[in-house]
């Protein structure tokens, strides 16, 4: 195999739990974003915009969805003679085989897959970020810095660095602690997920985790918290664009809004940096003559006869006559009947509103529902359908297992 | 279908699209947003299973190519059989010009006698339609026709373009065929798209070419009337004739009536075309979009009504587009206004500039121009 200066390892594995219902049938790199988008292409456009043609998707979690997406690579260009992109699921060898225990397990598991290239670098992605990001810079920054390890950081407010991983640096830039989701942070600076290792630093590391019994097997916990004790060079590479960890329903929703400001930090149609996606060979969106659209994102093949305010309607999706879509995400191929009100929701794939329901509705007083979600956005999933003139009170998480617990009134 | 070869003759008249074609063939026109003219017979013949298609390139052939590259779109990179550009010959014998889709068969008589297929679709690319080849060819195998020729009952011709008429019986053969007749009952219509056997198309091909023909249709069909067994197959779906700049314009608002948009591109399988992986469509508050087309890639903050805009135009706040087809890339400074307007690909109209065409005859303005 023609050697690669850096190969680049993609962590797809997770369930992503905290989207719920969102990732009960697909893992969380899989699930759309922004119109035409799953959330892995953001990651695998900035390899191929940035030129690294070498990329390994390490999938465990529910990955036929992600699998039948990322095909052979070739909308991300990816699709390379030598190199290109590989899916690495767990695989079995004499001795038996096991599933991915951690972040840094799996990359152990996938040595083999990593040695047939020769690298002198490996880049460990996560492919549940959304950003755009030139990795061929961070790798000149690490060379630069003669670091065995660089950590993409960026600042996040206070209260919110219990959920990353944070550290400290010196002037100079190099990582002189670190504080894997700390109770109390000595530093804003939270990890991206984003890695640049020297490749035979990084397997001897791997290794070594590997025959620690004790060990988590993840790069967090236990690979940078050893390297910095064994006081590698580590260095902090500051990115200052956009980046959000769509990890949640809450980070979910808001990374979609964002897309909607008249400005958006988050530019999808910069000349030299394109978002790839697979094509969905749909027509052009047909905007209908009563149709009202404003401040919202639209993608192929939708058909909108209706009303769509601040809103993000993915690929396929039909919004009917004297339909209502407001601050929602409408996933690809839903359909929003006649009358339809949906206010402050996320509608998965391919799910029927049928005429008048009403999705995201105040409670009215005294009723009793089942509210998930604290900031009172509504979730409906995948592939089902919300009956004819069904209300479903805001901050409901619906998953249609639950359906027939479903108080009657909800039905007017 | 595996044992259908598709043939796409590009060697129809397009002068009379004016500058829509002045710098390329029919097939490689802009249409519907995200489309060329090709794409519906390519995805058509895909759609039907056809896995070894030929193109019988004429002329100004370039922007085609750029469009179609390998076939890969439309799944025809293939290691047996896929897509294959059958050029016409520099200059004829007679020395004469070559758009003539005899003498290019004759030229590519090579690829036809070594394809492997038995049946052969023969079609044109200036009908936009979602039809159903597979139904054709079990007509034409259940029939016993040497010939069926795919006709549509058209009301919408527009009277200034070639047609040919075709007078079908009860049992679907074909009695009489006439080109452009001035005075016509039948509104049944050809498609120029034919199913033949092979060796059929081969013998036509070596018979007429050779006495200086031109048209296979017209010049060797149509004379064997009496004693080939044509049929008539009519497609009853929306067919969409693309021959003059009028019909163009009409064909084209045609797609903002859903049930055409839905029939166009949905019936049949799906219309592929090259991918650009533009971003999904910006609506700013303040737009006003009615009844119109809108490809991705799209901004808009202005004014569209009854319209369709292709890939990456940005519309600005208090831009006007009315019945207008605004093709890719196109920049509009602030205060434009067009009503009746076709811009093709990369114009820039200036500040405050307004444009007006009429419904039946829209001002065109070619491509990369300055306005």
């Known amino acids: ?412 | 279908m595996r044992n259908l070869l598709g043939i796409i003759d590009l060697s129809e008249h397009a002068e009379s699209l004016g500058e829509l074609a002045a710098h390329r063939t029919l097939g490689a026109v802009p249409f519907g947003g995200r489309y060329r003219i090709i794409d519906f017979t390519l995805s058509n013949m895909v759609n039907a299973g056809i896995r070894n298609v030929g193109i019988l390139l004429n002329d100004r052939f370039g922007p085609l190519l750029d469009h179609i590259k390998d076939g890969k779109e439309w799944d025809l990179n293939r290691q047996r059989d896929g897509m294959f550009l059958l050029p016409a010959p520099l200059r004829t014998d007679s020395g004469e010009g070559i758009s003539s889709n005899l003498i290019n068969l004759r030229h590519n008589i090579g690829y036809l006698e070594k394809s492997r297929q038995e049946y052969a679709l023969f079609s044109g690319c200036g009908m936009v339609t979602n039809i159903d080849y597979q139904a054709v060819l079990a007509f034409h195998l259940e029939k016993k026709a040497d010939i069926t020729v795919i006709y549509s009952q058209m009301h919408n011709l527009q009277e200034d373009s070639p047609y040919t008429a075709l007078v079908v019986d009860e049992g679907g053969r074909v009695t009489d065929m006439a080109l452009n007749p001035r005075h016509c009952t039948s509104r049944k219509v050809s498609l120029n798209m034919y199913v033949l056997r092979k060796d059929l198309l081969l013998n036509l091909v070596d018979h007429y070419s050779a006495r200086q023909k031109r048209d296979l249709f017209t010049d060797a069909i149509m004379p064997r009337l009496a004693e080939l067994r044509i049929y008539g197959y009519e497609h009853k779906g929306y067919v969409g004739a693309i021959n003059s700049l009028k019909s163009y314009y009409q064909r084209s608002m045609d797609l903002l009536k859903p049930e055409v948009w839905q029939d166009l591109f949905f019936t049949h399988g799906q219309i592929s075309t090259k991918v650009k992986h533009e971003p999904p469509v910006r609506y700013l508050p303040g737009s006003k979009v009615s009844n119109s087309l809108i490809a991705t890639g799209c901004t808009i903050e202005g004014t569209v009504e009854n319209s369709i805009l292709f890939r990456g135009v940005e519309v600005g706040a208090g831009v006007v587009i009315k019945d207008s087809i605004v093709m890719q890339k196109a920049k509009l400074g602030p205060g434009v206004t067009l009503r009746n307007v076709i811009l093709d690909k990369d114009v820039t109209i200036t500040a405050g500039k307004s444009l007006a065409g009429d419904p039946s005859f829209p001002v065109v303005i070619s491509k990369a121009a300055v306005v």
């Open chain 1, 1 to 412: 195999m023609q050697k690669k200066e850096v190969v680049a390892m993609l962590l797809a594995g997770g369930q992503g739990s905290r989207l719920g219902i969102l990732t009960k049938k697909l893992a969380k790199p899989a699930v759309p974003f922004g119109g035409k988008y799953r959330i892995i292409d953001f990651t695998l456009s900035n390899c191929s915009n940035s030129g690294i043609d070498t990329v390994g998707v390490l999938t465990q979690y529910r990955p036929m969805t992600l699998n039948a997406y990322i095909g052979i690579g070739s909308s991300w260009d990816l699709d390379r003679a030598g190199g290109g992109v590989s899916v690495l699921p767990p695989y079995m060898r004499e001795q038996g085989g096991e599933w991915y225990k951690g972040t840094a397990n799996a990359v152990y598991q996938n040595i083999d897959f990593i040695e047939q290239y020769d690298p002198e670098y490996v880049l460990i992605l996560s492919g549940d970020h959304i950003y755009k990001m030139d990795y061929s810079k961070m790798l000149s920054y690490h060379k630069s810095k003669g670091a065995v390890a660089t950590i993409a950081v960026i600042p996040v407010p206070w209260e919110e660095t219990h959920r990353f991983g944070v550290m400290k640096t010196d002037d100079t830039g190099r990582i002189t602690e670190f504080q894997e989701k700390p109770k109390v942070a000595k530093s804003n600076l939270a990890s991206m997920g984003v890695y640049v290792f020297d490749w035979q630093v990084l397997r001897a590391y791997l290794e070594a985790d590997e025959a620690d019994p004790d060990s988590n097997n993840d790069f967090g916990k236990n690979i940078i918290p050893n390297m910095l004790a064994a006081g590698e060079p580590m260095y902090a590479y500051a990115f200052k664009e956009y980046w959000k960890d769509v990890g949640t329903v809450d980070s979910l929703w808001e990374a979609n809004m964002d897309l909607l400001a008249k400005d958006p930090e988050l530019k999808l149609n910069e000349a030299g940096w394109k978002i790839f996606s697979l094509n969905q060979t749909l027509p052009p969106q047909l905007v209908g003559p009563e149709a009202d659209v404003q401040g919202s994102l639209l993608g192929d093949g939708c058909l909108v006869l209706g009303k769509v305010h601040r809103s993000v309607i993915f690929t396929g999706a039909q919004i009917a006559k004297g339909a209502e879509v407001t601050e929602s995400v409408i996933m690809p191929g839903v359909k929003i009947g006649e009358g339809a009100t949906v206010h402050k929701a996320i509608i998965g794939e391919n799910t029927i509103v049928e005429a008048g329901a009403k999705i995201g509705v105040p409670p009215r007083p005294g009723e009793k529902a089942d509210i998930v979600n604290e900031n009172g956005i509504t979730v409906i999933e995948d592939n089902v359908c919300v009956p004819h003139s069904m209300r479903i009170v805001q901050g409901t998480v619906l998953s249609v297992a639950e359906w027939p617990a479903f108080p009657e009134e909800w039905i007017s």
